[in-house]
């Protein structure tokens, strides 16, 4: 009574093992390395969209006031009912109306002006601003201006005259 029974061998085992175990380390490092490019990709487009958002409303901010000043800590935009200040650190932008609103744009140099000339002096009416600022290896520059009426820089004109 010689049955036969049909089997795999150790040696049959042994490189059926092997193989799979090449197999999944291959996959497990290709999955690592996507979702490696998928975690920068979003974190890219979340500094993206920060930056974005910022100069949008770095620039309605300007054009919808009345009188944008230079002030020692960044500048601030005067409107009809409420003050906005804008505060430049080098790790980040505070946007301070009623709501504090947080941007993470490291190394902020701010530059502001008035009619081409750069103002050094704090609490001068400015018309424009600059914002050089460095994210890795790329850098990113802001650049805002607000168009006054005549009535505005006569104004100032007469002040610093005084």
């Known amino acids: 009574m010689n049955k036969f029974v049909k089997a ?3 040696m049959e085992l042994i490189v059926v093992m092997l193989i799979s175990g090449v197999t999944i380390t291959i996959a497990y ?4 390395i996507f979702q490696h490019l998928f975690l920068s990709y979003r974190q890219n487009g979340a500094y993206i969209g920060d930056v974005v958002f910022f100069n949008r409303v770095l620039s ?3 054009s919808q006031s009345s009188h944008v000043y230079k002030t020692e800590e960044g500048i601030s935009c005067l409107r009809e009912d409420h003050l906005i200040h804008y505060y430049v650190y080098d790790a980040f932008i505070l946007r301070n109306n009623k709501v504090t609103d947080t941007f993470f744009i490291e190394g902020a140099e701010l530059t502001c002006y008035l009619l081409e000339q750069e103002q050094m002096e704090t609490e001068r009416l400015i018309d424009r601003v600059a914002i050089q ?6 850098t990113l520059y802001f650049d805002v201006q607000k168009i006054y009426g005549a009535d505005v820089l006569m104004q100032y004109e007469d002040k610093k005259d005084k």
């Open 8 to 10: 795999y061998t150790v």
């Open 29 to 32: 490092r290709g999955f690592d």
């Open 60 to 62: 309605e901010d300007m």
């Open 133 to 138: 600022s460095y994210h890795k290896e790329d």
